[in-house]
T-cell receptor, first 114, second 114 residues
Framework: QQQVKQSPQSLIVQKGGISIINCAYE??????FPWYQQFPGKGPALLIA?????SEKKEGRFTISFNKSAKQFSLHIMDSQPGDSATYFC?????????????FGKGTKLSVKP | EAQVTQNPRYLITVTGKKLTVTCSQN?????MSWYRQDPGLGLRQIYY?????VTDKGDVPEGYKVSRKEKRNFPLILESPSPNQTSLYFC????WGSGANVLTFGAGSRLTVL
């Protein structure tokens, strides 16, 4: 119930291509869905986040698509660049209960080939 | 500079030798949390704290202790480390209660237990 399932575990994309990472959740109380980006040797950092009142949020080349009925959300990286090579984590939390405590997916290691 | 500081960054120790990983934040955040990161398993929460003297177990608390005596500090204690606690550890903090928990992570502490 508390899990966030992320796929794929790893992804190789050519420079200029589109990277797509998917996440699914079960807990309908989740109402905040962030993505974190982690470069080697660093801690994760917030990349982009969405709430379920919108179906899409775009920031530069990064877009979150959200499907409330399917309980799925995804990260799209347009025109992928070698500098985007990192591990990406989706996460979810709810405002109630242990409010705000983030549940993370297992991560996707993205490699963008020049 | 707003940051979460962990020490030590690297540590090699032996089974059974008590150790403490310190975590300090300078952002006056209420919420602090510890995660361990292992290949294929992503970020797993060990303990979290919603404020001073308030702590709760995460997904993998066994073998760990925490305390929150001051708002800025949240040390992770391994009373009797074992080899299965060899991992990369991250401390994180954020403001609490907004329903949008934006975590600031430390740079990580790589622990090896022989």
């Amino acid at each position: 119930q508390q899990q966030v399932k992320q796929s794929p575990q790893s992804l190789i994309v050519q420079k200029g291509g589109i990277s797509i990472i998917n996440c699914a959740y079960e807990n309908t109380a989740f109402d905040y869905f962030p993505w974190y980006q982690q470069f080697p040797g660093k801690g994760p950092a917030l990349l982009i986040a969405i709430r379920p009142d919108v179906s899409e949020k775009k920031e530069g080349r990064f877009t979150i698509s959200f499907n409330k009925s399917a309980k799925q959300f995804s990260l799209h990286i347009m025109d992928s660049q070698p500098g985007d090579s990192a591990t990406y984590f989706c996460a979810a939390s709810s405002s109630g209960g242990s409010q705000g405590n983030l549940i993370f997916g297992k991560g996707t290691k993205l490699s963008v080939k020049p | 500079e707003a940051q979460v500081t962990q020490n030590p960054r690297y540590l090699i120790t032996v089974t059974g030798k008590k150790l403490t990983v310190t975590c300090s934040q300078n952002m006056n955040h209420e919420y602090m949390s510890w995660y361990r990161q292992d290949p294929g398993l992503g970020l797993r929460q060990i303990y979290y704290s919603m404020n001073v003297e308030v702590t709760d177990k995460g997904d993998v608390p066994e073998g760990y202790k925490v305390s929150r005596k001051e708002k800025r500090n949240f040390p992770l204690i391994l009373e009797s480390p074992s080899p299965n606690q060899t991992s990369l550890y991250f401390c994180a903090s954020s403001f609490w209660g907004s329903g949008a928990n934006v975590l600031t992570f430390g740079a990580g502490s790589r622990l090896t237990v022989l």
